[in-house]
């Protein structure tokens, strides 16, 4: 399984905004971390939901595990280099037939950051195909920087709770789908544009997204949220550091250092123009 991205990978990324697939675990992992997810979903008798999907790798240690792993870091180092905090990790899931989706949009929007190099990576634990709703990119979009938006699409079938769409026209013969087999990630820039479908297949769609950024990379609001250093070193101290690895999903410093890197992240997000924050529960 290769840990690395090619030169003709890491040349797609600045052109396009985006690469997939990268394979960074076997199948049969990314099954195994997935009936980890549904386990805790049948302990607490209902699906992840609410602040659980935000920084949830501050929450359950197997996706901390995950998104700290070299084979999702060193791909992570090669475009972003060899210093690198983790800022956000998202859980997105879509039930089969239920409508959800999640509209253009830049995640560059609600993150408050000059430049622009945060890159995410998203991991399917599911298949990810057209059938099921998987991302859909425009290549290059990246290139004009963060874009004014609009909230037309408040609605509870979209994922984006602020209900934002990205003010750029959509030329539907450029769209690229990203589709993933469990165990492959896609890698895509903070201001590529880009959206979903809803879920017509059989199974739920689930994929967890983890969100890294060079430590040189400032805060543009006047509250900083926080970070996670997981490889190499900072030394501009852009992003407080107290962030801390989970000990068990039911501990209580676990949950106390979730709940305030949580509080911080969504009172930033308000602070960049996000209203409706309150709709994540």
């Not at 979209?158 to 165990?183: C, F, K, W, Y």
């Not at 509250?223 to 962030?243: C, I, Q, T």
């Not at 911080?264 to 924050?277: A, I, M, V």
Request: glycine share 8%.
């Amino acid at each position: 399984m290769p840990k690395r991205l090619t030169a003709q990978q890491i040349e797609q990324y600045h052109r396009d905004g985006f690469i997939s697939p990268v394979r960074v675990m076997p199948e049969s992992e990314a099954i195994a971390l997935r009936e980890k997810m549904e386990a805790v979903e049948r302990a607490q008798g209902k699906p992840i939901h609410g602040t659980q999907k935000t920084k949830c790798s501050l929450l359950f240690p197997f996706m901390y595990d995950l998104f700290t792993s070299d084979a999702v870091l060193d791909a992570v180092e090669y475009l972003i280099g060899p210093d690198i905090l983790q800022y956000q990790c998202g859980v997105w899931i879509k039930e089969p037939e239920t409508g959800s989706y999640v509209s253009w949009h830049q995640d560059a929007t609600y993150y408050g950051m000059d430049p622009l190099e945060l890159v995410s990576g998203w991991v399917a634990l599911s298949p990810a195909t057209a059938e099921t709703g998987c991302m859909q990119v425009i290549p290059g979009s990246h290139k004009v920087g963060q874009l004014p938006v609009d909230y037309t699409e408040v609605s509870e079938d979209n994922l984006l709770a602020s209900g934002q769409r990205t003010r750029h026209e959509i030329d539907e013969s450029q769209i690229v789908l990203m589709e993933l087999r469990p165990g492959e990630m896609s890698l895509h820039h903070v201001a590529l544009v880009h959206s979903s479908r809803p879920n017509h297949g059989q199974d739920r769609r689930i994929g967890i997204s983890g969100g890294y950024v060079p430590p040189h990379v400032r805060q543009t609001t006047d509250l900083r949220a926080s970070a996670m250093l997981v490889r190499g070193k900072d030394s501009f101290g852009n992003y407080p550091l107290n962030e801390y690895p989970p000990v068990a999903f039911e501990d209580p410093g676990t949950i106390e250092c979730h709940d305030r890197a949580v509080k911080l992240y969504r009172d930033k997000s308000l602070e960049c123009g996000n209203r409706t924050t309150w709709r994540y529960g």
